[in-house]
């Protein structure tokens, strides 16, 4: 009985969870307990900053200062990385989602079409932008119209989808400064040597790359994988536990 028990133990995963950097500690427990109550043998927590900056590549381990900024569908995560822990951060709840819902706000009040949430989107993607860029284009949206309720279609510029989406761009930006002024002088030194390096999905939006580095006077960097360095980052600390341990809160359950 006592060989079996162990053997069903070590057979139990550890399991690697990424929460927001705002999460509280009766929040870190919540999610540890559900861990191990789906079946894990230990659970750990890593903020998402890290986890996007470790799998960024960025050596987090350093005494030097690392900042990532990781634009996600509902939240963004500022932090500010060094010695393998967060130094001071901001969570904000502004995403990709919001900006998809500025553009809905902004088609109906501009134009009475209720627009879904799908097309949004794909405008965002196909014309959106954070910044003005060399060439700005044009695309068509169909929607249903407020009045009439039949589908209608018209045509938006870049210029009209910066203007409906600026207000949660500022957000970012602003979180983004919020915590350059909160980091020490030392690592703001490094960080403005360095760069920023931007993670997730809303990082892929056009401009938004120039317009940090326009409203900031610092390198940007967009890596390859950015929409994946949260996911990397968590597998590389299940990958290399040893080397990485340091940056995760381990669950007093194991």
């Known amino acids: 009985m006592t060989r079996r028990r162990s053997f069903t133990f070590f057979n139990k995963p550890r399991v690697v969870v990424c929460v927001p950097s705002g999460t509280t500690g009766v929040e870190q427990r919540a999610v540890e307990e559900a861990a191990i109550q789906a079946g894990a043998r230990a659970a750990y927590i890593i903020e998402e900053p890290t986890a996007a900056a470790i799998g960024a590549g960025l050596a987090v381990h350093e005494p030097a200062g690392n900042m990532i900024v990781d ?7 500022v932090a500010v990385i060094s010695l393998g822990g ?10 990709g989602d919001e900006l998809d819902e500025a553009m809905v706000d902004f088609v109906k009040k501009e134009y009475s079409i209720i627009l879904g949430e799908r097309s949004a989107e794909r405008i965002k993607m196909e014309i959106g932008s954070a910044f003005p860029l060399p060439e700005e284009r044009q695309a068509e949206i169909r929607g249903r119209d407020v009045v009439s309720g039949l589908p209608k279609t018209i045509v938006v510029s870049a210029e009209e989808v910066r203007r409906a989406i600026e207000e ?13 002024d909160r980091t020490p002088p030392e690592l703001a030194a490094d960080i403005m040597d360095r760069g920023i390096v931007m993670t997730g999905g809303g990082a892929l939006l056009h401009g938004l790359d120039e317009r940090l580095k326009h409203e900031l006077g610092m390198p940007i960097h967009v890596p390859d994988n950015a929409l994946d360095s949260v996911v990397m980052g968590s597998g590389k600390c299940l990958e290399e536990f040893e080397a990485l341990k340091r940056v995760l809160i381990s669950s007093s359950r194991h």
């Open 86 to 95: 967060v130094v001071t951060s901001a969570s904000i709840r502004i995403g």
């Open 71 to 77: 634009v996600g569908g509902g939240t963004t995560e």
């Open 168 to 180: 949660p761009v500022n957000s970012v930006v602003d979180a983004v400064k919020s915590t350059l």
